[in-house]
């Protein structure tokens, strides 16, 4: 069965530090997977994809399949990177499965 | 933009209640999905509708169904509102291929006493 585990709940930096959110999944399959990002007060919004292989925010991910992880990771956390971040698989063409979320906690 | 409207953005039922969650998404999008979103648990898809009247269960279909009529609107009905169906319920849409990005409404707090 397809899994995403986000092992921290709550993630919190201070600003300016190095920031990394884990991801792992299991999948028997090509992963297709995905960072999204939900800001308070805000509706639930795609930050990056791995096909994409982009940089949005100042945010990376690198899929790893030895390892079957695609952690987050931004070099220089910002106090509006304080959000809750959702990593998700997409399975079966059409079809996610979302990990259970971490918080992310920039303090000044 | 797409755009995907949620009609309440609070709801406050009592037990037994058969309630309709209402979803309008206006990019003809395919694909429309059912999730509820509670702390530590993350998002867990309730159902999934890839065509008009087409749907699939998802992980959690239990006391939930769904009505597909048209292709822009998708509904979840709760047949007998219990107290642990009190959630955030998020919709979304996709089109299918290559993209394949969910598209998020604002979600509906629901509250059944």
């Known amino acids: 069965a397809q899994r995403v585990t986000q092992p921290e709940k709550l993630l919190s930096v201070f600003k300016g530090a190095p920031v990394e959110l884990k991801c792992n999944y299991s999948y028997s399959g090509s992963p297709e997977l995905f960072w999204y990002v939900q800001y308070s007060r805000q509706r639930l919004q795609l930050l990056l994809r791995h096909i994409s292989r982009e940089s949005i925010k100042g945010f990376t991910a690198d899929l790893n399949k030895g390892e079957t992880s695609f952690h987050l990771k931004k070099p220089f956390a910002q106090e509006e990177d304080s959000a809750m971040y959702y990593c998700?698989?997409?399975?079966?063409?059409?079809?996610?499965?979302f990990g259970s979320g971490t918080k992310l906690n920039v303090k000044p | 933009d797409v755009k995907v409207t949620q009609s309440s953005r609070y709801l406050v039922k009592r037990t037994g209640e058969k309630v309709f969650l209402e979803c309008v998404q206006d990019m003809d999008h395919e694909n429309m999905f059912w999730y509820r979103q509670d702390p530590g648990l993350g998002l867990r898809l309730i159902y999934f509708?890839?065509?008009?009247?087409?749907?699939e269960k998802g992980d959690i279909p239990e006391g939930y169904s769904v009505s597909r009529e048209k292709k822009e609107r998708f509904s979840l009905i709760l047949e007998s509102a219990s107290t642990n169906q009190t959630s955030m319920y998020l919709c979304?849409?996709?089109?299918?291929?290559?993209?394949?990005?969910?598209?998020f409404g604002a979600g509906t707090r629901l509250s059944v006493l």
């Open positions: 509708s890839y065509d008009v009247k087409m749907k």
């Open positions: 998700a698989l997409a399975y079966n063409f059409n079809k996610f499965y």
């Open positions: 979304a849409s996709s089109y299918p291929g290559s993209k394949n990005i969910q598209y």
